[in-house]
């Protein structure tokens, strides 16, 4: 008898038939698709979707909240790029991490109640992201819930590659989205405004991605040399070119797992200016940490690069990315994690009056606040 397996996976991230534009989060759905096509690969009864199907499932992947249905024999929790902001918020609170930050959003009790009760039942929580966040995971999440594993995302590396040897104009490049409070745009907005006088004539900073907050175009409209040429479908010529230009990328991110721009962008050969939570060390790759990450350090570092107290690595510094950011290694970690939690004898779900009394324990409700 073949095993069952079910990726449980929001549709607003990932479907065959919706394009990259439809997507909610690219880098999201982009781990999915490769999960999903690891599983696939290597086990013959795979099925995804939003719901918990009602026949037998050897084991469930998911990263959502679920009540525990008694069908599933086994369950492992991954959290994925995107979807840090929503889960560590939540998991601060639960669990009082000493690094909590301010993220946008808050969200119902209930939630939060589904994501305790879908960790304190997961066999594993498969952390896909950098060291900061696993850490966190590792320091506080473990001791109530599952053991953590350490996941890199990937990255098509050799579509971008392509790219990274083209001669760079003195350009920056920064990648928007509808969360532009997570993203930190108001840093990288306010640095370039009181940076931009100080620069060369050609400099200029290129804005990419999705318009949320704000009207983008009419509140850069002031600033000298930005050129804001809105959303383009990731991987497209048009959103290559636009790095492959660029000597630096930006990133001023308030949260991240691994951002998939980012990672993009260090393919085409940009050098990151990058806050400690956008995902990466910058230095690294032979760019500077915005630490700490405000207008006034960022600021700082593009007046430098003017004078040319900062200059350009010569290093080939995106072959990094190649080695570190693979889907091949992403796919093969995923079977294996899996292989072994198969092996495993199937879990009797904690009693849930049991996990409500940890639940209230914790501090849960002291830390919780209604908006």
């Known amino acids: 008898m073949s095993l069952r397996l079910h990726l449980c996976y929001s549709d607003k991230h990932f479907h065959p038939g919706k394009s990259n534009r439809e997507k909610y989060w690219f880098s999201c759905s982009q781990i999915a698709m490769h999960f999903l096509n690891a599983l696939k690969a290597e086990f013959s009864h795979v099925t995804y979707g939003d719901d918990i199907p009602d026949e037998p499932i050897d084991l469930l992947w998911t990263n959502q909240q679920h009540i525990w249905k008694p069908s599933v024999k086994r369950m492992a929790y991954f959290a994925s790029v995107g979807h840090y902001a929503y889960v560590r918020d939540q998991i601060n609170k639960a669990v009082h991490l000493a690094d909590s930050r301010p993220v946008e959003g808050r969200y119902g009790l209930e939630d939060y109640w589904k994501l305790w009760l879908t960790l304190a039942r997961s066999s594993v929580i498969l952390v896909i992201g950098n060291d900061r966040i696993f850490s966190s995971f590792q320091k506080y999440a473990a001791s109530y819930f599952a053991k953590c594993i350490l996941l890199d995302c990937g990255i098509d590396y050799e579509h971008f590659s392509h790219s990274n040897v083209k001669k760079k104009e003195f350009q920056f490049v920064y990648n928007v989205t509808r969360c532009s409070i997570r993203k930190g745009s108001h840093i990288a907005f306010e640095a370039w405004k009181n940076a931009s006088s100080e620069l060369p004539r050609e400099a200029k900073l290129v804005v990419l991605g999705r318009d949320g907050d704000y009207d983008l175009r009419s509140r850069l409209s002031d600033f000298a040399n930005v050129d804001y040429v809105g959303e383009y479908e990731s991987g497209s010529s048009y959103y290559i070119s636009k790095l492959a230009d660029s000597k630096w990328v930006i990133s001023t991110s308030l949260a991240e797992g691994q951002a998939g721009t980012l990672l993009e962008a260090l393919s085409c050969g940009c050098v990151p200016l990058a806050s400690l939570d956008s995902g990466i060390n910058a230095d690294a790759y032979g760019g500077h940490m915005l630490a700490p990450n405000t207008?006034?350090?960022?600021?700082?570092?593009?007046?430098?690069?003017?004078?040319?107290?900062?200059?350009?690595?010569?290093?080939?510094?995106?072959?990094?990315?190649?080695?570190?950011?693979?889907?091949?290694?992403?796919?093969?970690?995923?079977?294996?994690?899996?292989?072994?939690?198969?092996n495993t004898p199937p879990v009797v779900p904690c009693n849930k009056w049991k996990i409500l009394a940890r639940f209230f324990l914790s501090g849960q409700l002291r830390t919780f606040k209604l908006k």
């Open 295 to 342: 207008p006034e350090t960022l600021c700082e570092i593009l007046r430098k690069i003017a004078t040319g107290q900062i200059e350009v690595p010569s290093g080939p510094v995106h072959n990094v990315i190649k080695e570190k950011h693979s889907w091949e290694k992403f796919e093969n970690k995923v079977v294996s994690v899996t292989k072994e939690l198969l």
